[in-house]
């Protein structure tokens, strides 16, 4: 496939414009919003000691819950869903968010 030179480039671009605007002076044809469904991957660093404790914790949690895995992910999961509720539709809500306000603070000193 050839390179595409500037002119291409602008002619291109021009018969693009061209289809969205219906007249001179008329604003761009807006197109219907999607909504996002497919999943945002985040990745987050942590201390072996740190991914150890949260190992720890989701096994145990699956024996509370008789199950054979608790996903750390799925925790991980559900403490921003507690982290971002309303506090006052979700009790445990705000002392969560106190508890993380306050390591925040003490991280940045």
Avoid: F
């Amino acid at each position: 496939m050839a390179k595409e030179t500037a002119a291409d480039r602008a002619a291109r671009m021009d018969r693009a414009l061209e289809g969205r605007n219906r007249g001179e002076g008329a604003a761009p044809v807006r197109r219907a919003s999607v909504v996002r469904t497919k999943p945002v991957r985040m990745t987050v660093d942590m201390p072996p000691a740190l991914h150890r404790r949260l190992k720890g914790w989701s096994g145990w949690a699956a024996g509370q819950l008789d199950v054979a895995d608790v996903p750390a992910a799925e925790v991980v999961r559900i403490l921003v869903e507690i982290l971002t509720s309303n506090p006052e539709e979700v009790e445990m809500a705000r002392p969560v968010v106190r508890a993380v306000m306050e390591e925040l603070r003490s991280r940045q000193q």
